[in-house]
């Protein structure tokens, strides 16, 4: 099949539908897990389990090959990887809000020890693994 079977309905099917709408519940879904202290794997499961619901939308609205499975996977591992990046900035916010004392921001998705915070224990920067 072409590139274009892997859209599902063509570029802007996939940017309105996948990107916009089922990427908007990636990220809550991202930041809901991350919220809830779970870890990131929790997180690309969820954005994993979009995929079927957002490939059929494709197959019912625009047409798309509903037993194409490459494509239902792309969308799934895009929706995957959108929740995995909300887990990660929503985590490094609640590390560095709920610890203000012992953590600092070192950028969007990560965090590091304070320093001269006192009490830290050899930590390494950004400790917290996805």
């Known amino acids: 099949m072409e590139i274009a079977a892997l ?4 570029p802007g099917s996939f940017i309105g539908l996948t990107l916009v709408l089922f990427g908007l519940c990636a990220w809550l879904s991202g930041e809901a ?20 619901p957002d490939w059929f939308l ?21 929706l995957g990887l959108i929740a995995v990046t909300s887990h990660r900035v929503a985590r490094t916010a609640l590390m560095v809000r ?17 320093q001269g915070s006192g009490g830290e224990t050899g930590s390494t920067e950004g400790a917290e693994r996805i």
């Open 33 to 52: 897990i991350a919220t809830s202290w779970m870890h990131g794997g929790t997180a690309f499961l969820a954005g994993l389990g979009l995929g079927p």
């Open 58 to 78: 494709h197959f019912a609205l625009f047409g798309a090959d509903l037993a194409y499975w490459p494509g239902m996977l792309a969308h799934a591992v895009v």
């Open 7 to 10: 859209y599902g309905g063509g």
């Open 98 to 114: 709920q610890y203000p004392w012992a953590y600092e921001r070192a950028g969007p998705f990560a965090w590091r020890a304070r």
